[in-house]
């Protein structure tokens, strides 16, 4: 989006440098990294951030409202209810589209939020090698409000363990080495040395969590890191025998599963704000609308599953629990990046983590996504090149 540094990184670009960057990233740890990594990174210019930043403070300020839990009471199935929410949301994400704002500029449009953790510890290796590969100038950092790769570790450490033994926290996930995102399970035992836990290792003695170790030990769980989507659990075959989760254990969430659902598309009809699309309850619309305008969603679904881009009115008809579903407007995404080819459109995701003791959430990393196709995702950009997984720099 700045001219200056993207015309000087593609210049300068080869399929050498980028093969090598590759290596480097893939060496985090080898046959791991199963999502494509991008060419290239954003460069970011401050207005835009600013406009980011100042949407999150208004969703913001709607998730720390006093009436927030009871707004979002019906976001949580009952099935997989989990005892034991206190607190707030230790992680949350927004997605943002670079967007055209209609006037021969760029803004940014809300795509989706989670109260929910991401590639938190992959990316403090990845932004780093990153810049190094672009010979990123002083001026810019994938850090927000003075974070840097040390002290952003230390809030991991500090959110993640907390005042616990490292042994007894665990982060927790179904299949783990199967899982795309696994090599960020990696890059968080090399950064906090907890371990990574399928949930089918997972046993209850009563009210007490605990797995059997690599020494054969048993193992007490007093803290779980949770990388479980419950929606993606109920979607495997042969688990009845896991430990049912949704019951009451001695043991600390973070974040709470329960936070996936309260905040996420469930809580985008309740914002206002120039950068949120109106979004709305599909059993709540009062009149008609154009719906060619719209894209449908399920409000539980994984992995943007169900999403339907071109609705028409058949498409609504179908649907037998509206309330569970929303109209979102459609943003229109710039192709802004200049690509050797076709130029990309980019979504940039914003990490928020809020400590027990600050009254809101802080703006603190990024990841940044690129995209040739309908939508951001792997099955719409095969075979194409500077797309995927990448970070955005932004101007300081």
């Known amino acids: 989006m700045q001219k200056e540094l993207r015309d000087n990184f593609n210049k300068n670009f080869s399929q050498e440098k980028y093969t090598a960057y590759l290596a480097e990233v893939e060496a985090i740890q080898p046959g791991s990294l199963d999502f494509r990594n991008a060419e290239t990174p954003l460069f970011i210019p401050k207005d835009f951030t600013k406009k980011m930043l100042e949407a999150c403070e208004d969703i913001i300020d709607v998730i720390v409202a006093p009436n927030f839990t009871e707004l979002t009471e019906r976001s949580i199935p009952k099935d997989v209810r989990v005892n034991g929410e ?47 590969y ?60 907890i371990e990574t836990v399928c949930i089918t290792e997972l046993k209850a003695d009563k009210k007490i969590l605990y797995y059997e170790n690599k020494n054969g030990e048993k193992q007490i769980v007093k803290r779980i890191y949770n990388r479980l989507i419950f929606d993606d659990l109920q979607q495997q075959g042969g688990l009845e025998a896991i430990v049912d989760l949704t019951k009451e254990y001695d043991v600390e969430w973070v974040p709470h599963p329960n936070w996936f659902y309260r905040i996420s598309k469930f809580t985008l009809p309740f914002i206002d704000n120039d950068y949120v699309p109106d979004t709305f309850f599909l059993n709540e619309i ?49 192709a802004v990046i200049k690509t050797m080819d076709e130029p990309a459109k980019a979504e940039i995701r914003l990490f928020y983590f809020w400590k027990p003791e600050w009254k809101r959430p802080i703006a603190v990393h990024n990841l940044a996504r690129l995209s040739k196709g309908k939508m951001i995702g792997t099955r719409y950009n095969k075979d194409k090149t500077w797309v995927g997984g990448t970070i955005a720099f932004f101007e300081q």
């Open 86 to 132: 206190e607190g707030h949301a230790e992680m949350i994400v927004f997605d943002f589209g670079i967007c055209n704002d209609g006037k021969g500029g760029y803004e940014p449009q809300l795509i989706e939020m989670q109260g929910f953790p991401t590639l938190y510890a992959f990316q403090a290796f990845h932004s780093e090698l990153t810049a190094k």
């Open 134 to 193: 672009a010979n990123l100038p002083s001026t810019h950092s994938s850090y927000l409000n003075g974070y840097n790769k040390e002290s952003y570790i230390q809030l991991l450490k500090d959110i993640i363990i907390g005042n616990h033994i490292m042994d007894e926290v665990i982060l927790l996930e179904i299949f783990p080495e199967k899982q795309k995102t696994r090599i960020d399970f990696y890059a968080t035992k090399k950064i906090l040395g």
């Open 286 to 334: 009062a009149q008609p609308v154009n719906l060619e305008e719209y894209v449908l969603k399920p409000l539980f679904s994984f992995a943007g599953m169900g999403v339907v881009i071109d609705v028409t009115q058949a498409d609504i008809e179908k649907i037998t629990d509206p309330e569970n579903w929303i109209l979102q407007r459609k943003v229109d995404y710039a």
